[in-house]
């Protein structure tokens, strides 16, 4: 079971409070993308072993989005934060390389 912390509300609670909404920090594309772009955008998505950054909403609580850094074979949770940032704050990337030494956030954008 992972235990998550809102970084809105501060709440932490079993994932069965929240609920994932897919890889975090797309690029979206707008109306004028061809359509290759597009069909890129919606349907071709990471499923890494390792070290993955993902979308999660508050259900349950404020309702808010947020992102989580989370290793998708160990379930360990490196933090939440903030869904309005375009990348993890250095805290985070900083646990992550401490555990995962090959892992940088520029292979990973």
Not at 18 to 40: C, I, M, Q, W, Y
Not at 70 to 93: D, H, M, N, W
Request: proline letters at 6%; hydrophobic letters at 35%.
């Amino acid at each position: 079971m992972l235990m998550l912390t809102c970084p809105v509300c501060g709440a932490t609670a079993e994932e069965t409070e929240f609920h994932a909404g897919g890889e975090a920090h797309l690029k979206r594309e707008g109306p004028g993308s061809d359509d290759a772009a597009f069909e890129e955008y919606l349907f071709m998505r990471e499923n890494p072993k390792g070290v993955h950054l993902e979308r999660w909403r508050h259900v349950y609580g404020c309702g808010k989005w947020f992102h989580a850094a989370r290793c998708t074979t160990t379930l360990e949770v490196f933090g939440t934060y903030s869904a309005q940032v375009l990348e993890p704050p250095q805290e985070i990337k900083d646990k992550i390389s401490a555990k995962r030494p090959g892992w940088s956030w520029r292979n990973y954008s």
